[in-house]
Structure formats: C-alpha cells, structure tokens
C-alpha cells in the first residue's frame, strides 16, 4: 500500500457526521482556497454562462465551488464507515415513479447525470434503493486515489465498467440493468460538436447509442446538496426521440441535444454544485 493510500484511508477513517466532517471540509475548503486548482480554467467557464458578471464575483464563485467540493468529499469519506446512512441523507426526490416502474418491469435504463450535486453519494442512494446500477467510469489519473474510490464503490454496491466497454455497457442495459453516464464534460474526437450554453462542443455520445443499442430509455437524474449531510434527488421524464423518418446518427444526434438542455437544467438551481474545473469548452 501506497503512502498516499495509507494518508486517504487515515483520513478516511477520522471523517465521521458531526465535527469530524466539518473539520475535514473546512481544511479542505482552506486549502483549495490557496491552491486554486485548475483556477483559469473555472473562470473561463464561468464567464461563459455568466457573461455580464465582473471578474470579482467570478472568483467569489469559484470559491462556492470550491467549498461545495470540500463538503462532498467530507461527506463520501463519512459515508463510508456506514454506507446504509445514505438513504437518511436524501431528504426529497421527485420523480422516482419512472425508475421504479422501470424496476418493476425488468427493464434496463441510461441514467444520465453529471458532476453536479455530490454524484458519488447520487449512485450509492440508487444502490440502497435497490437499482441495479452500473456505472460507466474512468479511474482518476491519481492511483491512491483511484483505488481508494473504487474500494468505496465496491462499499456501496456499485460495479463499475470501463468507458471502453460500451457494448458490455450495452447488453447489461438490455438485460435489465441500470447503466450510469456523466455526460458533462468534453466528448474529444469521439464526440459531435453540438452546443451546450449556446456555446458549440464537443460532446459525449454515450447515453444515446446506449439507448439506441440497449432499446432503453435515458433517465435524467441529478443530487443537490441542500445543507450538509442533506440532499435532494430529482428524476426528470425519459428521453424519449420522435424516430419516425430519422437515421440512427441523426438519431444520435437528437438524444445527445436533449442530453445536453437536460444538463443545463439541472445546473441551473445550483450552479455552483457543478464542477467548473472541467475543459468543457475546448
């Protein structure tokens, strides 16, 4: 084991609901504060979807953005020492008839969400609700951190599968199961250019060919942190194309547009719970 590991289990086993997190968040938030991760790249950002804002409020925002990542990791790290807490984290969802019907009939879905709201704590709620859930993923480039995070998925009963194994993805969705997409940041050479802000980029196919392939539905579905250790779920109606006349990339193409204005509607009410620090436009 790592020495880097062995620091994040340590801390991992200190967090805890109560003082406990909030020490850890505050720290966090300090230090990310003078750190400043990836800070030219927010602000880029955040000029995009707020133009008329001046450069001080763009940096008062980045520091929200900032603090809200303190609190998830705070509260991931306390997750793990009883993942079944969970469930009296989430306070409201709106919108869980359409999964369960789902459940209730064998049939598999696209859940489409992105890094907004605390999206680890969204797939280990849908865990203890008993979705069968699998999410599509890409380890952290870090290796410490990595395995720490898939040894705290493996805790709440998430299985992972590579991005590159999209037809596995594909036939698990057909046989029932529930297939987890972040479709927020940059699709690269792999994707179409199709706006997002009103702004053209790159974007990630993903959901839609699963849904085209599996003969599933994509479900939206986001988290919001409403105060810590407090959360709200919001599942939107299937996305569902008009096919009659379309090819299968046009097809593609329609499902990854409504993907897109889904996105930009679950960042609205909160969007300082989205993670700014991406290269979405390149």
Known sequence: MSIQL?????LCSFTAVGWRASLVSRTLSMVLAIVSPRKDVALGNISILFPEKTLKWRKKFLK??????????????????DPSLVESWVKEVSGEEYLKELKEQGRGAIILTGHIGNWEILAAWLCARGYPLQAIARDPNNRAVADLTNECRAAVGLV??????????????KKGNF???????DGGRSGIGIPFWGKECSTVTGPAVLSLTADVPVIPVFSY???PFEHRVVIRPPIIPESEGLSRADLVKEITLRCNRELEKAIEPFPHQWLWLHRRWR
């Open 179 to 185: 297939i987890g997409v972040l479709a927020d940041q």
């Open 64 to 81: 929200e953005v900032y603090h809200h990542l303190s609190w998830s990791v705070s509260e991931y790290l306390s997750l793990m020492k």
């Open 160 to 173: 992972t599968i590579s991005k590159y194994r999209i037809l596995s993805a594909a036939r698990s969705a």
């Open 225 to 227: 942190r409403l105060r």
């Open 6 to 10: 062995k620091i994040l289990k340590g």
